[in-house]
């Protein structure tokens, strides 16, 4: 199967040579994977120019694009070169011209305008997509096996390895909440001494793709502190947006914990639809397939170190159904 399109949208402000705007728009399919940057390189009282070049970061030709974007009340475009804009209020649609609609994979497309007014782009979309953007990868690792230690020299950490859907994982090693190292094999040295410090410790293993996804933490303490019946507080402040067609993002708000030597720390987060597990993250958040139809419940509830759920914190999809 072909991989999605990876688009990136970069938007820069720069001298460029100016068209008169030319209206019409055509739908193109949603293409997830944009990100968006903004950069101020000069301007004058009364406006600026800006530019916004749509690169194909992907393997997959993209055929056809469309960027869409607000102006601030009292911004306007003056004049325009390379995409054919059309506009609505504040809200304008540039769509690609006929020579620059097709974007083999890692070539670019650039269009521009002159602005009357200080009003930059906001709300920026790429083919249905934010253009702040839906990373081509948005799946967690999964979580490290249970963490072991070897103390017959030292104290060395070992743990069964993470699975990923892309490819090779990294592990973030932390030991009483401070973070220690970045390994890629599935055993970490924390000492050659004879001897360590007499104190408690607690270490937690978390693994990372290379989109920068996070599993839950697993956890071991050399020494009992916890009893192992505790069980966490549920997340709260859930929200649901679209970041993309046919996807949707949960967010939460993480719970207030007090110290880790007196209660097991949060170590990530399980997501449901319906119900049923859609995945665990060691964020806050996690992106997951739009349910079709309607009168849905998304849930998340935290993980502890003890391996023990907090209750379901729900919301309703669509929101009020």
Not at 2 to 19: K, Q
Not at 97 to 119: H, K, M
Not at 296 to 301: E, S
């Amino acid at each position: 199967m072909t991989p999605p399109a990876r688009i990136t949208v970069a938007l820069a402000l720069s001298a460029a040579a100016v068209l008169t705007p030319t209206a019409g728009a055509a739908a193109v399919p949603a293409t997830a994977g944009a990100v968006a940057v903004f950069t101020r390189l000069g301007q004058w009282p009364t406006g600026y120019v800006g530019s916004i070049t749509v690169r194909n970061d992907s393997a997959a030709t993209v055929d056809g694009w469309r960027v869409e974007f607000d102006l601030a009340a009292g911004t306007s475009v003056t004049s325009s070169h390379s995409g054919v804009f059309t506009r609505a209020g504040d809200h304008y649609a540039v769509t690609n011209e006929s020579w620059n609609a097709r974007l083999a994979p890692g070539s670019s497309a650039t269009f521009g305008w002159v602005a009357d007014g200080q009003g930059t782009p906001a709300n920026c979309t790429l083919n249905g997509a934010e253009c702040a953007g839906v990373p081509a990868d948005h799946t967690a690792p999964s979580r490290p096996g249970p963490l072991v230690f070897d103390i017959s020299a030292g104290l060395t950490i070992t743990w069964a390895p993470s699975t990923d859907d892309r490819g090779p994982v990294s592990y973030e090693v932390s030991e009483s909440q401070v973070p220690r190292a970045t390994v890629t094999d599935t055993r970490y040295v924390y000492s050659n001494g004879a001897t360590l410090p007499p104190r408690i410790y607690i270490f937690a293993v978390r693994a990372v793709d290379a989109a920068g996804n996070v599993s839950p933490f697993s956890y071991q303490s050399l020494g009992r502190i916890w009893r192992g019946d505790e069980v966490p507080p549920a997340p709260t402040g859930l929200r649901v947006d679209t970041p993309a067609p046919g996807l949707l993002r949960l967010s939460w708000t993480a719970p207030a914990m007090p110290s880790p030597f007196a209660t097991p720390p949060i170590a990530g987060y399980e997501v449901s639809v319906d119900g049923q597990p859609a995945g665990q993250v060691g964020g806050t958040s996690m992106i997951i397939q739009a349910p079709p139809g309607g009168g849905h419940t998304l849930g998340v509830r935290s993980l502890n170190a003890v391996d023990n759920f907090s209750g379901v914190a729900e919301v309703p999809y669509p929101a009020g159904g």
